[in-house]
C-alpha cells in the first residue's frame, strides 16, 4: 500500500498521534524549540550535511510519519542511525518531496518516497 504525503501543522499531528490515528503519509516542519534543540545538538537527532548545507535558513527541518508501527516521525533532513550516516537528500517542497536514497529503518519499514508518495514496504 502506498501513501500520499499529506502536510499538517505540528499542533495537529499531536492531536492525531494522542487519538491513535493510522499517521503514515502525514507530514510537518519542526516547530521552533525541535528546531533549535536539534540545530543545537541538544537532541538525539542530528541535522544532516545535506539539511545544513542545502535547506537550512530556507525552511524549517522535514518529519514524515512512515508506515509500519514507527512511534514517532522520521526525518529525512537528520543523520540516519548508523554511526556517520549522512543523512538524506530532499528534492523539492512539502508534501511533493522524493527522498533519496531510499529509507531503510529495520524493522519498522524500507522503501522510498517519491513525488510526494510513501511506496509500500519493500521489506528489509
Known amino acids: 500500500m502506498s501513501y500520499p504525503l499529506v502536510l499538517i501543522s505540528w499542533e495537529e499531528y499531536k492531536l492525531r498521534r494522542a487519538r491513535h490515528e493510522d499517521l ?3 507530514c510537518f516542519y519542526a516547530s521552533a524549540a525541535t528546531q533549535q534543540r536539534i540545530l ?10 545535506e539539511y545544513l548545507s542545502t535547506w537550512h535558513g530556507k525552511r524549517p527541518i522535514i518529519f514524515v510519519h512512515l508506515p ?14 548508523d554511526p556517520g550516516g549522512p543523512g538524506w537528500t530532499v528534492i523539492g517542497e512539502l508534501p511533493l518531496i522524493t527522498v533519496e536514497p531510499s529509507v531503510c529503518l ?19
Open 24 to 26: 503514515a503519509g502525514q
Open 40 to 49: 543545537s545538538g541538544l537532541d538525539a537527532r542530528e541535522a544532516s550535511p
Open 106 to 124: 529495520p524493522g519498522i519499514y524500507h522503501g522510498s518516497i517519491r513525488d510526494g508518495v510513501i511506496s509500500a514496504d519493500v521489506g528489509v
Open 68 to 81: 509500519g508501527g514507527a512511534w514517532s516521525a522520521w526525518s529525512p533532513d537528520c543523520r540516519s542511525y
